[in-house]
């Protein structure tokens, strides 16, 4: 099983990114697929999930209106379209597979004038 996190990086406030997760050694088609945030000294929060029939279940208030997950099957890729970034969205950013139990290695996001 891989999962492999790409599209952090620095962006000034207000700004946009969107992270892409590419999926292999399982049958993504069958998986939700969800998407976690870790700032320095805090734990792990959910910021986004998606049924494998590309449903949204929701989001968090922290992030909502601001952030969108989309998935591509016919790529194995699950994506996180993140729209007027604050500081405080500032975190390493992880995909992660609950169907197989498994975590991507994570991608930075700092958001910083």
């Known amino acids: 099983v891989q999962l492999v996190e790409s599209g952090g990086g620095l962006v000034q406030p207000g700004g946009s990114l969107r992270l892409s997760c590419a999926a292999s050694g399982f049958t993504f088609s069958s998986a939700d697929m969800s998407w976690y945030r870790q700032a320095p000294g805090k734990g792990r929060e959910l910021v986004a999930s998606?049924?494998?029939?590309?449903?949204?279940?929701g989001y968090p208030g922290s992030v909502k209106g601001r952030f969108t997950i989309s998935r591509d099957n016919a790529k194995n890729t699950v994506y996180l379209q993140m729209n007027s970034l604050k500081s405080e969205d500032t975190a390493v950013y992880y995909c992660?597979?609950?169907?197989?139990?498994?975590w991507g290695q994570g991608t930075q996001v700092t958001v910083s004038s």
């Open positions: 992660y597979a609950p169907y197989v139990n498994y």
């Open positions: 998606i049924t494998r029939y590309g449903v949204s279940a």
